[in-house]
């Protein structure tokens, strides 16, 4: 079945430590997007790739980095420079000539400090 | 630009009872508006979404949405409410191109989560 696949479910930092969320999708959708949730505050963008080795910030992008080596492939590195990391990240998909309606999410990974 | 205010942050409601969500939307483009549901620790799921076809606009599990843009605003209703009903729902707005496509980014408001109580 085609989907879109976030790992670890939980996942702890430490201090200081950059810690990576992994996003894979078998849909070969173009578009990928990292989003964080916090309570009350609803989806706020952090990055997006509309096509392999290109992406662009999105409204928080500070203390995040991103990849697009493979168009299945969109791993987010919460840095260490991110002060306030803990949040449930939501990454999504879709193809580039499809519309928001055809937006598909993972089900989510929960990142909290130590 | 565009942004998306949700008027209450929770709403409770018995079974059986009007479910009433409110979304108000700002955008100095023509907009396509949605409503997401989201169950705990899981990822988005599309509702219903207004594409300017129709105003009123029907979704899954019995909701539907009005797009008044008059009153700026896309609520979500639902006339009998479910205990399965009981999640976080969230409206989006983006921009739309030339070619009748959502495009660009997709912005959300901050979350209705709904109580569903026997």
């Known amino acids: 079945d085609g989907g879109i696949t976030q790992s670890p479910k939980y996942l702890f930092r430490k201090e200081g430590q950059n810690v990576t969320l992994s996003c894979e999708q078998n849909?070969?959708?173009?578009?990928m997007y990292w989003y964080r949730q916090d309570p009350g505050q609803g989806l706020r963008l952090i990055y997006y790739?509309?096509?392999?080795?290109?992406?662009q910030k999105g409204d928080i992008a500070e203390g995040y980095s991103v990849s697009r080596e493979k168009k299945e492939s969109f791993p987010l590195t919460v840095t260490s420079a991110q002060k306030n990391p803990t949040a449930f990240y939501l990454c999504?998909?879709?193809?580039?000539?499809?519309?928001?309606?055809?937006?598909?999410f993972g089900s989510g990974t929960q990142l909290s400090v130590l | 630009a565009q942004s998306v205010t949700q008027l209450g942050s929770h709403v409770s409601v018995s079974e059986g009872a009007l479910v009433l969500l409110r979304c108000n939307y700002s955008?100095?483009?023509?907009?396509?508006l949605f409503w997401y549901v989201q169950y705990p620790n899981q990822g988005l799921q599309l509702l219903l979404k207004?594409?300017?076809?129709?105003?009123l606009v029907k979704g899954i599990n019995g909701f539907e949405a009005e797009f008044k843009k008059s009153e700026t605003s896309f609520h979500l209703t639902k006339p009998s409410a479910h205990m399965r009903d009981a999640a976080e729902y969230f409206c989006?707005?983006?921009?739309?191109?030339?070619?009748?496509?959502?495009?660009?980014?997709?912005?959300f408001g901050q979350g209705t989560i709904l109580t569903v109580h026997p």
């Open positions: 999504a998909s879709r193809r580039d000539r499809d519309g928001f309606e055809k937006l598909f």
């Open positions: 849909l070969n959708h173009d578009a």
């Open positions: 790739s509309q096509i392999v080795n290109d992406f």
């Open positions: 955008s100095s483009v023509p907009p396509y």
């Open positions: 207004y594409t300017s076809a129709a105003t």
């Open positions: 989006a707005v983006s921009a739309v191109n030339a070619g009748g496509t959502s495009y660009g980014k997709l912005t």
